[in-house]
């Protein structure tokens, strides 16, 4: 059976310091692969999507990035935070038919 | 654009009784919809989803989904809520994107209390 891990769970992080946040799939191969942030009040925003190795593509201009190095792992970094980084993130996966998104555990991120 | 409205930010029923959250779409083509459920610090779980076969979807946990075309809603219900049913769900609506990308736009959510 599938299944995504995402980590670490919690990250507390002074401003002006990088970031990264890995997600990784197993059982499945050529999975699309996405970021969302979750802020309180405002539903989940995607933030980046990767239909296959190294092909990134963002849906919103911002002080993060995301990196596709492997087939079936996913990285959200950021060069120097910002306190409007802090928030929820979840990485997902969905096949290339699409059957539903099946998303990680989340990353409470706090930039203090 | 497909878009999907969640009427009320929190709704709250006693044990036992009906639970209905409420969710009405936009969108321009046949839509793919689905309800997820996120409990408190944790990822979305997918609870149903139409995919444009019978119009009555059956999901985990007892809830259930009616896509109405003329009315352009997909709400949730539950005869009985449990205390275990508290959590925050989420209606989403799949359409657009290209090149191997189908777009998820996913409403603001609901946040369900039961009360004992």
Redesign the interface.
Known sequence: SQTIHQWPATLVQPVGSPLSLECTVEGTSNPNLYWYRQAAGRGLQLLFYSVGIGQISSEVPQNLSASRPQDRQFILSSKKLLLSDSGFYLCAWSAKGFYGYTFGSGTRLTVV | AQSVTQLG?HVSVSEGALVLLRCNYSSSVPP?L?W?VQYP??????LL?YTSAATLVKGINGFEAEFKKSETSFHLTKPSAHMSDAAEY?CAV?GGGS??????T????TKLQVIP
Do not use: R
């Open positions: 930010s793919y689905f997820y610090n944790q990822g979305l779980q997918l989803k989420f799949m090149g191997g990308y189908q777009k998820v996913f409403g603001i959510g």
